[in-house]
């Protein structure tokens, strides 16, 4: 009796598959901006591109396939922005259309040149996220101040995933100008859908904590006047409004509402504290969950109202600024508030 043969499914399918069932969940919660549910139905697309051609010789995807490719990283580098720094503008943001457009001229009238251009264009963006990272620091002002310096560290992963998937077009090259037939196959399956999965998965990541921030070791340079006054006015609103125990509160609301530049406040709050927004607001809240404990709320419940969503970030942040866990705090005589 024979054993019937089994659905083995390729390596870009499954990604595809795992992508799309992604997808199709947060398109029904509404959880994502629009920009990271067309990139995460960009890399569905094009593994299941790869999959079809490499793995099921629907050749009739050839010149399709570098077109689609180029569609990931301007995407990826929109969803990073609308998610990070500004809200979309279509007269600024349009000229990113030109990259799968020149990828559809070389498919018609220059193919040989697709082995740098596509590459190129995924280095391209890449280092565009990583040297935006870096010259912004940690403060992405539309980025939830709860979810601490994970959005920059995720962003920087996608950053690198897409110089990674160029790394795989550039050793499919180097195969096949040495004559390894056997060799692009197994990169494409392999190396580029797991740049792929790696920018989908990361791009729908839920907030969460890093690890514990590093204190600053380099002296600061004292602040202006003009900053001391800034930051004044700014303890002024949060505790008139106490808009610190919003999870949802960004650093670009905060500066909205003080009439100033986001970098401006971000400078001030450095320069006067020595933190980064993030911890400066977080002293607040777990100050105001200090209130709460003494007033007999539980750990859950204080947590809850002081504006945190995760408890491994407020017990990292309770430790922070108390030096204890909130299980184990006890106000002491100058902890009376």
Not at 298 to 309: I, P, Q, R, Y
């Amino acid at each position: 009796m024979q054993t019937p043969p089994m659905l083995v499914l390729p390596i870009p399918m499954i990604i595809a598959l795992v992508l799309g069932a992604l997808l199709i969940r947060i398109a029904i919660s509404g959880e994502r901006p629009p920009f990271l549910m067309a990139l995460l139905a960009a890399c569905a697309l094009q593994s299941l591109i790869v999959s079809l051609r490499q793995h099921y010789g629907i050749d009739a995807l050839l010149p399709l396939q570098p077109v689609t490719a180029t569609f990931v990283p301007p995407l990826t580098w929109l969803a990073f922005q609308t998610a990070s720094f500004r809200p979309f503008s279509l007269p600024r943001d349009l000229v990113h259309l030109a990259a799968p457009a020149f990828a559809a001229f070389c498919v018609i009238f220059a193919p040989g040149t697709l082995d740098v251009v596509v590459p190129g264009v995924f280095v391209l963006y890449g280092v565009a996220i990583l040297v935006k990272l870096r010259r912004s620091g940690d403060d992405l002002p539309l980025a939830r101040l709860e979810a601490g310096r994970l959005p920059a560290r995720l962003w920087g992963g996608i950053g690198l995933a897409l110089i990674l998937s160029a790394l795989s077009d550039a050793l499919i090259a180097l195969a096949v100008m040495t004559g390894q037939s056997w060799l692009p196959p197994l990169i494409i399956s392999v190396f580029s859908s797991a740049a792929l999965l790696a920018i989908g998965l990361l791009s729908v990541s839920p907030s969460a904590t890093g690890e514990p921030e590093p204190e600053t070791m380099a002296e600061p340079p004292h602040p202006s006047e003009e900053d001391a006054h800034l930051i004044q006015r700014l303890d002024a609103l949060l505790q008139s409004e106490t808009l610190y125990l919003d999870p949802a509160l960004t650093l670009a609301r905060l500066a909205r509402r003080l009439h100033v530049p986001v970098k401006q406040l971000s400078s001030a709050i450095n320069l006067v504290s020595g933190e980064n927004v993030s911890r400066y607001i977080n002293a607040h809240r777990i100050h105001h969950a200090c209130r709460a404990l003494e007033d007999g709320a539980n750990v859950t419940d204080a947590m809850l109202s002081s504006g945190f969503n995760t408890k491994s970030n407020f017990n990292r942040e309770f430790r922070r600024i108390t030096g204890t866990t909130p299980s184990e705090w006890k106000p002491g005589p100058t902890d009376q508030r």
